[in-house]
C-alpha cells in the first residue's frame, strides 16, 4: 500500500509522531558518515567509551562469561537478581554512607529504564517537570509523559550547574525535579550548600502538600557518574546531606559510565520502599532488566573490593589525564588570544569547552553565523566533533560545547589542539 494514503492523518499517537531523536545522535551520525567515506575526524561526540581504549573491568568480563558457562539463561526476577540487589545495598551502604535494603532497589537495562519508570510514575499529564540545561535528555522525558516543562537557563559563571533560587519560583507546580549530577553535559558537579537548598525547598514544598492532601514533589537525582570525580571536587547526594530527603529521592545509577560498560547494560534505581514498591508493577510490564548473567557477573565484580578499587583507581587516572591535559591546551589557545574558553574538569568523561566564533570570517569568506556554523567548521577543517549545548537543550549559550573523552587516547589530545588551533587560526 502506498504512503500516500497515510499523508493526512498520523499513523502513530500523536506523542510518539513528535518525539525526535536525540540532537546528539544525529551530529554523531553526521561524523560516522564522513568516516565511512575515509575522513579522519576525531569524535569526541559520544558519552560511551571506544572499548580499545577504555575496556571493561577483565574481571567482570570474565564473570560475564562464567556465568553463561553456568547456563543462567532463565528469566532473572522482575526487579533483580536478588544477589545482585544484595551487593548493591552493600556497595552505596559502604560508599556512599546511604542506608537501602535490597528490596528498595531495581535492577534495569542500564539507567535508561529507571529514568523512565520515574518519569511516568511521578508525573500526571498536564503535570510539570523542571530541569536545568544544558541536561541530558529530560526534555525527551517530558515529552513522552506529556508533561510541561520548566527549563531552568544556566550560566558558565555557575558552572552549568543550576542554583537553588532559580527553582524556587517553580516549585509549588512541580511533580518532578530531574537533577544529575555530576551532570553531562558539563563534567561539573552540585556544590553541597546549593544541593542543601533545594533539599530545604522540596521539603518546605511537601510539607504544605501533606497538608493539604497534594502528591508530592519527587527529586530524581542521576548519579550515574558519581565515582568519577576529580582534584578535590566530591559527588553529594541530598539523602546524606537531608535524611528527611530519603522519602523523595529517586536514585539513578549503572555501571555504565565508572565502569566503561554502556554496552552491557546493567543499570539501577533505589528509592523509599513506599514509593519504590509503587512502580514495580511498572516495571515489570516493560520488561527492561538487563541479561540474568549480566546481572550475575555484576554483583560477583561489584562485590569485589580490590577489584573495584583498582579499576576505578586507574580509570580515573586515565580519564582525567586526557581532560586535564585538554583543558591546559585550551587555557593555552586562550593565552594565544584565541575565542576559546574552559571551565575546569571536575567529574565524568566531560570537558565544557567555548569556541566564541560568531562573526569570524573563514578562509572561504563566510561568516561564522551560527552554533551549526561553528560545529561544521570544527568537524569541516579541524576535524573535530563537538556537541553544541544546544543539543542539551540549552539556547542561551551558543557557543559553549561538550568534549567527551571516552574515545580518544592520551596520545591524541596534542593532535586534536594542534588541529583545532589551526583551524582557529585561519579565522579573521
Ligand atoms: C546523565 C545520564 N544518565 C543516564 C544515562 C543512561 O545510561 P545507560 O546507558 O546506563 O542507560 C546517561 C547516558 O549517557 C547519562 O549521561
Not at 513528535?18 to 553526521?30: C, H, P
Not at 508533561?147 to 519560583?169: G, Y
Not at 516495571?283 to 527492561?288: C, K, L, N, P, R
Request: include cysteine; proline fraction near 6%; aromatic fraction near 12%.
Amino acid at each position: 500500500m502506498s504512503n500516500n494514503n497515510f499523508e493526512n492523518f498520523r499513523i502513530v499517537s500523536d506523542m510518539v509522531d513528535t518525539l525526535t531523536d536525540s540532537d546528539i545522535r544525529k551530529i554523531a551520525g553526521l561524523i560516522n558518515k564522513k568516516i565511512n567515506q575515509g575522513e579522519k575526524i576525531f569524535n569526541l561526540t559520544i558519552g560511551d567509551f571506544n572499548p580499545k581504549v577504555f575496556p571493561v573491568p577483565n574481571e567482570y568480563m570474565n564473570e560475564v562469561f562464567n556465568a553463561y558457562k553456568e547456563r543462567h539463561t532463565n528469566y532473572p526476577p522482575i526487579v533483580g537478581e536478588p544477589e545482585l540487589r544484595k551487593t548493591l545495598s552493600k556497595f552505596i551502604s559502604d560508599r556512599e554512607h546511604l542506608d537501602y535494603s535490597p528490596d528498595e532497589f531495581i535492577v534495569g537495562g542500564g539507567g535508561r529504564p529507571l529514568i523512565f519508570t520515574y518519569f511516568i510514575s511521578c508525573v500526571n499529564p498536564d503535570e510539570t517537570v523542571v530541569f536545568p540545561v544544558p541536561s541530558w535528555n529530560n526534555n525527551y522525558y517530558a515529552h513522552i509523559v506529556k508533561s510541561k516543562m520548566v527549563i531552568i537557563e544556566t550560566s558558565p559563571e555557575n558552572n552549568f550547574m543550576p542554583l537553588a533560587d532559580s527553582i524556587k519560583p517553580f516549585i509549588k507546580d512541580a511533580s518532578l525535579i530531574a537533577m544529575c549530577s555530576p551532570l553531562n553535559p558539563t563534567g561539573t558537579v552540585l556544590q553541597k550548600e546549593n544541593l542543601n537548598l533545594l533539599c530545604d525547598l522540596i521539603l518546605e514544598e511537601n510539607q504544605r502538600r501533606k497538608k493539604a492532601n497534594i502528591k508530592p514533589v519527587y527529586l530524581m537525582y542521576d548519579q550515574i557518574y558519581w565515582l568519577l570525580t576529580y582534584k578535590n571536587y566530591k559527588h553529594y547526594n541530598p539523602v546524606s546531606i537531608n535524611p528527611e530527603m530519603r522519602k523523595y529521592t529517586l536514585f539513578v545509577d549503572g555501571m555504565s559510565k565508572y565502569f566503561a560498560g554502556t554496552g552491557l547494560r546493567v543499570g539501577w534505581g533505589f528509592a523509599d520502599d513506599e514509593v519504590i514498591t509503587k512502580m514495580k508493577a511498572l516495571f515489570s510490564h516493560m520488561g527492561a532488566f538487563p541479561p540474568k548473567p549480566e546481572q550475575i557477573a555484576a554483583s560477583r565484580f561489584l562485590a569485589n573490593k580490590e577489584w573495584v578499587d583498582s579499576y576505578i583507581d586507574n580509570f580515573k587516572q586515565e580519564v582525567s589525564k586526557r581532560l586535564f591535559s585538554f583543558y591546559e591546551g585550551f587555557l593555552k589557545l586562550k593565552s594565544k588570544g584565541y575565542k576559546v574558553n574552559a571551565i575546569e574538569p571536575q567529574a565524568a568523561i566531560y570537558l565544557t569547552v567555548q569556541f566564541d566564533l560568531i562573526g569570524l570570517k573563514k578562509p572561504d569568506g563566510k561568516i561564522i553565523q551560527s552554533t551549526e556554523d561553528i560545529t561544521n567548521y570544527l568537524i569541516d577543517d579541524a576535524k573535530v566533533g563537538l556537541v553544541p549545548f544546544s543539543a542539551f537543550g540549552s539556547y542561551n549559550n551558543p557557543t559553549w560545547y561538550r568534549l567527551s573523552v571516552g574515545t580518544c587516547t592520551h596520545e591524541e589530545v596534542s593532535e586534536i589542539l594542534y588541529n583545532l588551533e589551526n583551524s582557529l587560526s585561519k579565522l579573521s
